[in-house]
């Protein structure tokens, strides 16, 4: 089995910052990628950022230049930074992990989400 555990997040002002940080731990084989999504209230759930474990990047349109996506291969961490955070950035952030837990098995894994709210 494979777990991921987020930590960050919280409250704070428009124009601030965040940071996310989540953990993959277990039977962890290959990352393929790891990735934040968000998902506002009454909204669908949304891709915010994701790495490959080659450390390609992708973002959303409504983050990019605010947003920075890392990982540790060693240590199967991916975190978010969030800059420049706007109202509309509140939401549950969760954290994705695409894994293989043997050679030939994948699947994608979920964190438990985290509360980020922005207030003007």
């Known amino acids: 089995q494979v777990q991921l555990v987020e930590s960050g997040g919280g409250s704070v002002q428009a124009g601030g910052s965040l940071r996310l940080s989540c953990a993959a731990s277990?039977?962890?084989?290959?990352?393929?990628?790891m990735g934040w999504y968000r998902q506002a209230p009454g909204k669908q759930r949304e891709l915010v950022a994701s790495i490959t474990g080659g450390g390609s990047t992708s973002y959303a349109d409504s983050v990019k230049g605010r947003f920075t996506i890392s990982s540790d291969n060693a240590k199967n961490t991916a975190d978010l930074q969030m800059n420049s955070l706007k109202p509309e950035d509140t939401a549950v952030y969760s954290c994705?992990?695409?894994?293989?837990?043997?050679?030939?098995?994948?699947?994608?894994?979920w964190g438990q989400g985290t509360q980020v709210t922005v207030s003007s």
């Open positions: 994705n992990g695409r894994i293989y837990s043997s050679p030939f098995s994948f699947r994608d894994y």
């Open positions: 277990g039977d962890i084989f290959r990352v393929v990628t």
